[in-house]
Each structure stands twice: as structure tokens, then as C-alpha cells.
Nanobody
Framework: QVQLVESGGGLVQAGGSLRLSCAASGGTFSKYVMGWFRQAPGKEREFVAATSWSGAIHYADDVKGRFTISRDNAKNTVYLHMSSLKPEDTAVYYC????????????????WGQGTQVTVSS
């Protein structure tokens, strides 16, 4: 039983930055693959970034060079630092946990947070 709680969303100007946090409880955090996904109005939820327990990292093409995922196992927390934000980044951002193999596929993740809204104005 794993609970995930996102925080850090808000309203920013284009070109600005935000850091999202996802606090996990109820599981062995260091053994989970942790991912970030986002969902814009009228669109399907899409992969953003993920990091495995061993430190492997993968980013979606449209966020490479702008977003950085990291994890602090001592704090049971995963972060998504977002810079050079664009209006197209506006979405609800979700963190997710997977106890299996490293994956970027949404349906493979077992646990999800409630999401945090990120709005980027132009």
C-alpha cells in the first residue's frame, strides 16, 4: 500500500521554473521506479520522466533539456524541476510508482497521486 502526494504546482510566466515534489509513504521507496506524467485538458495522460531505483533516467522528447527528475530516498521524495516553461506545458502533473521493471508506459504503474496543477501563461 503506497500513497503519493504531489505538491509545488502553480501559475508561472513562460520561461519561468517550478519544482514539483512527490512524497511517498507506505512502501519501500528506494525499490520503486518513480515516474512523472501529465494530462492537459482534452488530452490523454502522457509520460514526462522516470527514474529507477538504480538511477536510470528517461525523459520524453519534448521536455529533454528543460526538466530534471531526481529522487531523495532518505526523504522518500521524487522531484521534477521544470525550467524554460512553455504554455504547452500547462497540465495536471501526476507522480506514479512502479514496483516492477523500469518503464515509461502509463498502464504499468501501480500507484498514483492526485496530481498538481501547473499553468504557464504567455
Amino acid at each position: 500500500q503506497v500513497q503519493l502526494v504531489e505538491s509545488g504546482g502553480g501559475l508561472v510566466q513562460a520561461g519561468g521554473s517550478l519544482r514539483l515534489s512527490c512524497a511517498a509513504s507506505g512502501g519501500t521507496f528506494s525499490k520503486y521506479v518513480m515516474g512523472w506524467f501529465r494530462q492537459a485538458p482534452g488530452k490523454e495522460r502522457e509520460f514526462v520522466a522516470a527514474t529507477s531505483w538504480s538511477g536510470a533516467i528517461h525523459y520524453a522528447d519534448d521536455v529533454k533539456g528543460r526538466f530534471t527528475i531526481s529522487r531523495d530516498n532518505a526523504k522518500n521524495t521524487v522531484y521534477l524541476h521544470m525550467s524554460s516553461l512553455k504554455p504547452e506545458d500547462t497540465a495536471v502533473y501526476y507522480c506514479a510508482a512502479d514496483g516492477g521493471l523500469f518503464t515509461t508506459i502509463l498502464s504499468r504503474y501501480d500507484y498514483w497521486g492526485q496530481g498538481t496543477q501547473v499553468t504557464v501563461s504567455s
